[in-house]
């Protein structure tokens, strides 16, 4: 078992994909926001972490049918490209 804390998550814009199925598989979805959604988007990572919030809760919800939100903070290409401009 894991430790339970409070945390605080920063505000910003976060790209958010439903995950459906056990947190065995969960990293699937991680490595599809990072590899395959964000290089065709126009955003870049936020330099903050991603996280994931539990929709039912798992120690009552078979592994099957959990649903986690998976939330990744991004920023628009073009306001990083004000911010430190390519030279």
């Given at each position: 078992?894991?430790?339970m804390?409070?945390?605080?998550?920063?505000?910003?814009?976060?790209?958010?994909?439903?995950?459906?199925?056990?947190w065995?598989?969960?990293?699937?979805?991680?490595?599809?926001?990072?590899?395959?959604?964000?290089?065709?988007?126009?955003?870049?990572?936020?330099?903050?972490?991603?996280?994931?919030?539990?929709?039912?809760?798992?120690?009552?919800?078979?592994?099957?049918?959990?649903?986690?939100?998976?939330?990744?903070?991004?920023?628009?290409?073009?306001?990083?490209?004000?911010?430190?401009?390519?030279?």
């Open positions: 078992t894991g430790n804390g409070l945390q605080t998550i920063p505000g910003g814009l976060y790209a958010v994909v439903r995950y459906h199925g056990s065995r598989n969960i990293d699937a979805t991680f490595r599809a926001l990072y590899r395959l959604w964000l290089p065709n988007s126009n955003y870049e990572p936020a330099g903050t972490p991603s996280f994931a919030i539990h929709q039912n809760l798992p120690f009552q919800t078979p592994e099957d049918e959990l649903v986690t939100d998976v939330y990744l903070p991004v920023i628009l290409r073009d306001v990083l490209l004000k911010i430190a401009p390519l030279v």
